[in-house]
């Protein structure tokens, strides 16, 4: 047998529930290895037919969607022809939501951890590959940071991919210069107070409701693929007047640090998960 490996193939950008914190973003690095006997060119598998391959099967079960403990304690589903509804009770308040079936990933296990997403896309992914291939092993893993993170989970309903999914999210650096010097007293200070945030555009809001006593924001959206909706904890969500585009997202964080600090100038480098984002100043 022959192994072949293919590090950083792709990122992983998704959501998931989390019985104690709630809605969390997540971004992982994938790395995969497969096992096999080598076929006619020599190869266990092509390179150049890896990447695509494997991509395909991420970008349609896990990537840019909700991932779902199904055997969880806290979940109550109910399932259409058309969408899924959820309840999931958290130690921060209640999540509802509700959407196609295709915005969520349902794992067979009664919490989300790395090691069962790994299993279920190294039997996911095994289901594709050719017949020599015997085994195939992932890796997922989050990018190594120096400095203050955070993650936020958004919805894009004006995007034409899967970023229109009410619930998908990232986990993200944050960079600023202060005066042309890094602040990482105001980096400190963004992460905190985005700590497993939901950013939701102001367009998308509905009403604030109570569910068990705990104040709750209600988002409701028509998108290409269906209707979504998020009820969540309002301790747990920031309304933006724009669309929660990474764009958006630089802007607001310049704006929030120059309304503390008037005579200041800020840079923002804001990170959309691993090794992109975009710039604003203020």
């Not at 020599?42 to 991420?58: C, E, H, L, Q, T």
């Not at 997403?117 to 940071?145: G, K, T």
Request: glycine fraction near 6%.
């Amino acid at each position: 047998m022959a192994r072949l490996f293919v590090e950083e193939l792709t990122v992983i950008d998704c959501a998931l529930l989390d019985a104690e914190r709630g809605l969390l973003g997540e971004s992982w690095l994938v790395d995969l290895e497969l096992e096999g006997e080598l076929d006619v060119q020599g190869m266990v598998f092509d390179f150049g037919a890896v990447k695509p391959a494997v991509k395909a099967v991420i970008d349609t079960t896990v990537d840019h969607r909700l991932l779902v403990p199904a055997m969880a304690d806290g979940l109550r589903l109910e399932r259409d022809e058309v969408e899924t509804r959820l309840w999931f009770e958290t130690g921060a308040g209640e999540i509802f939501h509700r959407s196609p079936h295709a915005a969520l990933c349902l794992l067979e296990a009664s919490a989300v951890k790395r090691e069962n997403v790994e299993a279920y896309l190294a039997s996911a992914i095994h289901a594709v590959m050719p017949a020599n291939v015997a085994a195939v092993d992932v890796r997922l893993r989050e990018e190594e940071i120096t400095g203050p993170t955070y993650r936020y989970v958004h919805g894009l309903r004006q995007h034409a991919g899967n970023c229109q999914r009410i619930a998908h999210g990232h986990r993200s650096r944050i960079r600023v210069l202060r005066d042309g010097q890094r602040c990482e007293s105001a980096e400190r200070w963004l992460a905190d107070c985005w700590r497993d945030i939901y950013l939701g555009a102001r367009a998308d809001f509905r009403e604030e409701t109570e569910r068990h006593g705990v104040p709750h924001f209600r988002f409701q959206y028509q998108a290409p693929q269906g209707e979504f909706e998020l009820v969540i904890p309002r301790a747990r969500c920031d309304l933006l007047d724009t669309e929660s585009t990474v764009e958006c997202i630089a802007e607001h964080i310049a704006a929030m640090l120059k309304g503390r600090e008037p005579e200041a100038h800020f840079q923002v480098r804001a990170y959309e998960g691993v090794r992109k984002g975009a710039i604003a100043d203020a």
